[in-house]
């Protein structure tokens, strides 16, 4: 397939590392002329270039930029009619409520794997300062009357919601699942 050992050897590099060439390749030849297709190739050229380099680090940079961009060449298609949606799909139900929203963005400022009781503590000092969605946290989660904290919150009608421990700590792990792992 490839006519050199030089891209031979670099089509094994890249496999070593999760990326198939060919399939990369093949996608490329794909593409209508424009500036995705010259996008990737300008990645292709310069994580080869890299890899002629014999240096790692610029290698295995490119090489991640590389698929991310492929990723997206793959999914936009699948995702542009959601993007279109805006504000409104972003405020529907069927998106995540703002307990929600708040708790993902502690969850992307400490890490998928925070504890949820730390979520739940950061939630409680967010409501003690005056959050607009966060009003208040009932209860104490490290005692065993876990079943009986709450935390109060607005939903974005404007309505009150209450949110009990276990409840959230249930949804939570389904929200960290959608989480990329930085």
């Not at 409520?97 to 739940?120: C, H, T």
């Amino acid at each position: 397939m490839y006519e050199s050992s030089e891209e031979m050897d670099f089509a094994i590099a890249c496999a070593n590392h999760d990326l198939g060439l060919p399939s990369f390749d093949e996608f490329i030849d794909s593409l209508p002329n424009g500036v995705g297709k010259d996008e990737l190739m300008w990645l292709r050229n310069e994580t080869l270039r890299a890899y002629l380099e014999d240096n790692e680090s610029a290698f295995l940079g490119w090489l991640q930029a590389m698929w991310l961009r492929w990723s997206i060449a793959l999914n936009l298609p699948r995702l542009w009619p959601t993007l279109l949606h805006g504000e409104k799909f972003q405020n529907s139900k069927r998106g995540y409520s703002k307990l929600y929203r708040v708790a993902e963005k502690i969850l992307i400022d400490n890490g998928a794997d925070y504890p949820a009781k730390d979520v739940w503590r950061k939630l409680e000092s967010l409501a003690k300062k005056g959050h607009p969605a966060i009003q208040e946290v009932e209860g104490d989660v490290d005692s065993d009357e876990a079943k009986h904290v709450f935390v109060y919150w607005i939903d974005d009608k404007g309505k009150e919601q209450k949110t009990s421990f276990k409840q959230f700590q249930s949804q939570l792990s389904g929200h960290r699942k959608t989480l990329p792992n930085f």
